[in-house]
């Protein structure tokens, strides 16, 4: 618990600009695995394979999208 606290610090001092990096990296990075985290989606819940893919890229979508309109709302870029 205490190491999450001093991360949670640490990542509050983080600038803006750097957090949505980070967030477009990790969209980029799902998107680049869409075919086993859709398998996940299908083995796990039972998704069709058609929509555990498109999902899978709406979520790397969705993360892009928070980390640009942080960026937008905060005034940060």
């Known amino acids: 618990m205490e190491l999450a606290k001093s991360a ?3 990542w509050a001092r983080t ?3 750097k957090i949505a990096e980070l967030l477009h990296k990790a969209a980029a990075i799902l998107k680049e695995h869409k075919a086993p985290n859709a ?3 299908v083995k ?3 998704k069709l394979a058609k929509d555990a893919f498109s ?3 709406r979520s790397g979508d969705l993360i892009s999208y928070t980390a640009e309109e942080g ?3 905060l005034g940060e870029g």
């Open 71 to 73: 960026v937008r709302i």
């Open 55 to 57: 999902e899978v890229v």
């Open 39 to 41: 398998e996940c989606l």
């Open 44 to 46: 796990e819940i039972a």
């Open 15 to 17: 600038p803006l600009w």
């Open 8 to 10: 949670e610090k640490a």
